[in-house]
């Protein structure tokens, strides 16, 4: 019998920049909407990933709907919090359920950003340009890298995002 594969390629077609901010998220949150003129708020549910090797994780999610420019910002935290359930073995019968949190990274090989903040449909150069001029004005804001989605393993964790949209 032939053996049918399925092959889907999904559009990466957003704008994606990383940030180091030892900020709180919510307080890089206010210095962005302050600088940038955006109202990013809080998600009333966090980003969340299920797995079940390394349990489930969750990840701070803000957005920001640019009715002018048909446009939705998203900041979401690369570092979460990952809820791992271990079964601990307390006697010959009984066990016990006990939890244990981690942390989780939402790119895993992107581990030194802090943010990521992710912009559907993709800016103009110019509209790039100055919005990483704008973000480096933020002091607590030591780095600020654009990176191509297509080039990250684990790049499907971004599309997550459109879901609490």
């Keep these: 019998m032939a053996k049918l594969t399925l092959d889907?390629?999904?559009?990466?077609?957003?704008?994606?920049l990383g940030l180091n901010s030892s900020e709180k998220d919510y307080i890089l949150c206010?210095?962005?909407?302050?600088?940038?003129?955006?109202?990013?708020?809080?998600?009333?549910?966090?980003?969340?990933?299920?797995?079940?090797?390394?349990?489930?994780?969750?990840?701070s999610l803000y957005k920001?709907?640019?009715?002018s420019n048909e446009s939705d910002w998203f900041l979401v935290s690369n570092k979460g919090i990952a809820n791992m359930q271990n079964n601990t073995v307390i006697g010959l019968f009984d066990?016990?359920?006990?939890?244990?949190?981690?942390?989780?990274?939402?790119?895993?090989?992107?581990?030194e950003i802090d943010y990521f903040i992710q912009i559907a449909p993709i800016p103009t150069q110019s509209e790039k340009e100055g919005l990483v001029k704008a973000i480096k004005t933020i002091?607590?804001?030591?780095?600020?890298?654009?990176?191509?989605?297509?080039?990250?393993?684990?790049?499907?964790?971004?599309l997550l995002i459109y879901d609490y949209d």
Excluded: C, M
């Design 64 to 67: 920001h709907d640019d009715d």
């Design 95 to 111: 066990t016990v359920e006990a939890s244990q949190n981690n942390r989780a990274f939402l790119i895993k090989e992107k581990k």
């Design 8 to 16: 889907i390629d999904y559009d990466y077609d957003f704008f994606l």
């Design 30 to 59: 206010y210095q962005l909407n302050k600088v940038l003129g955006t109202s990013l708020v809080r998600e009333d549910e966090d980003l969340q990933l299920f797995s079940t090797k390394n349990g489930n994780a969750t990840f």
């Design 139 to 158: 002091a607590s804001v030591q780095l600020v890298q654009e990176i191509d989605p297509t080039t990250l393993k684990s790049k499907d964790n971004l």
